[in-house]
């Protein structure tokens, strides 16, 4: 298995700029979630999916962040306009059904820089 | 809510020493109760997990039992590698519930 694909790896773009982050989760893998991690706030809850259908958004910061899940294999997270704050690094992660003891698999991360 | 506590770091130790993280939970009822580990530059991965009291997860010399009566998870390993130097991270899942992470402890093994 190929696990949690994300891309880009690394991303350095201007404060303005719209980001979009890419992920593609596990083949069967029914919850699909948005981490960020900063050295500031730790590891931070962003949104996640249950069959494609956000469940719980209360972690996405403000209106510049968005996410979708057009379909099962793909989902993304872009922030529009883009500012220096949100230079952090950006997990996608799938699984099952978390809450029965299930692993939750996490992507390399996207790694981004604003500037 | 549910919410992890973990011992506050960083922690430095020599290799060959004996390694204990805290980790205590607040949850009702039986969650499910993990340790993640990431190494630098990567994402999370899965250590070892227990779901029910008295459990025992165990993976790579890392060992946590899980303590219904002290609500926590130490993890433990007898005699610490370099290799070894990463963030853990503990964290609980509960019914259909997303999973809740520590905040994390920053380990670093000196040779």
């Known amino acids: 298995d190929a696990g949690v694909i994300q891309s880009p790896r690394h991303e350095v773009t201007e404060m303005g700029q719209e980001v979009t982050l890419r992920c593609k989760p596990i083949?069967?893998?029914?919850?699909l979630f948005w981490y960020r991690q900063t050295m500031m706030r730790g590891l931070e809850l962003l949104i996640y999916?249950?069959?494609?259908?956000?469940?719980?958004d209360s972690g996405m910061p403000e209106d510049r962040f968005s996410a979708k899940m057009p379909n099962a294999s793909f989902s993304t997270l872009k922030i529009q306009p883009s500012e220096p704050r949100d230079s952090a690094v950006y997990f996608c992660?799938?699984?099952?059904?978390?809450?029965?003891?299930?692993?939750?698999?996490f992507g390399e991360g996207s790694w981004l820089t604003v500037v | 809510g549910n919410s992890v506590t973990q011992m506050e770091g960083p922690v430095t130790l020599s290799e060959e020493a004996f390694l204990t993280i805290n980790c205590t939970y607040t949850?009702?009822?039986?969650?499910?109760l993990f340790w993640y580990v990431q190494y630098p530059g990567e994402g999370l991965q899965l250590l070892l997990k227990?779901?029910?009291?008295?459990d025992k997860g165990s993976n790579k010399g890392f060992e946590a039992t899980y303590r219904k009566e002290t609500t926590s998870f130490h993890l433990e390993k007898g005699s610490v590698q370099v290799s070894d130097s990463a963030v853990y991270f503990c964290?609980?899942?509960?019914?259909?519930?997303?999973?809740?992470f520590g905040q994390g402890t920053r380990l670093t093994i000196n040779p």
């Open positions: 949850a009702t009822g039986y969650p499910s």
């Open positions: 992660a799938s699984s099952f059904p978390p809450g029965t003891g299930n692993t939750i698999y």
């Open positions: 227990a779901t029910k009291a008295d």
């Open positions: 964290a609980l899942s509960q019914g259909a519930q997303k999973l809740v």
């Open positions: 999916f249950n069959n494609n259908v956000p469940i719980d």
């Open positions: 083949s069967g893998h029914d919850y």
